[in-house]
């Protein structure tokens, strides 16, 4: 099997930066798309930054010019930087990840989440 291990979370003060990475591990094949979403307190999970492995990015709007997404294919990682952080962006982040794993003589793909990482943004 597949998993994702987040880290990077924390406390910080409204204007700072927190930097969350996600690492893929397991009998992997090959990692396509990589992204992160968020999800408030009664609030919907909602996506905040995807990647392709070749490098395309898409944010959402209230995080573009703030946030950068990036990846490091060799080590099956992706990362996310967030500076000007506001109270606003205080969630539970979580990694996702279109993986292939080798089972035998078949090749399998599957969205796979990551455990989710706290970060609070504090007024």
């Known amino acids: 099997q597949v998993h994702l291990v987040e880290s990077g979370g924390g406390l910080v003060q409204a204007g700072g930066s927190l930097s969350l990475s996600c690492a893929a591990s397991?009998?992997?094949?090959?990692?396509?798309?990589m992204a992160w979403y968020r999800q408030a307190p009664g609030k919907q999970r909602e996506l905040v930054a995807a990647?392709?492995?070749?490098?395309?990015?898409n944010y959402a709007d209230s995080v573009k010019g703030r946030f950068t997404i990036s990846r490091d294919n060799a080590k099956n990682t992706v990362f996310l930087q967030m500076n000007s952080l506001e109270p606003e962006d205080t969630a539970v982040y979580y990694c996702?990840?279109?993986?292939?794993?080798?089972?035998?003589?078949?090749?399998?793909?599957?969205?796979?989440w990551g455990q989710g990482t706290l970060v609070t943004v504090s007024s």
């Open positions: 996702n990840a279109e993986i292939s794993y080798r089972d035998l003589d078949q090749i399998h793909t599957l969205y796979t």
């Open positions: 397991g009998n992997i094949f090959s990692v396509d798309d």
């Open positions: 990647i392709t492995r070749g490098g395309g990015t």
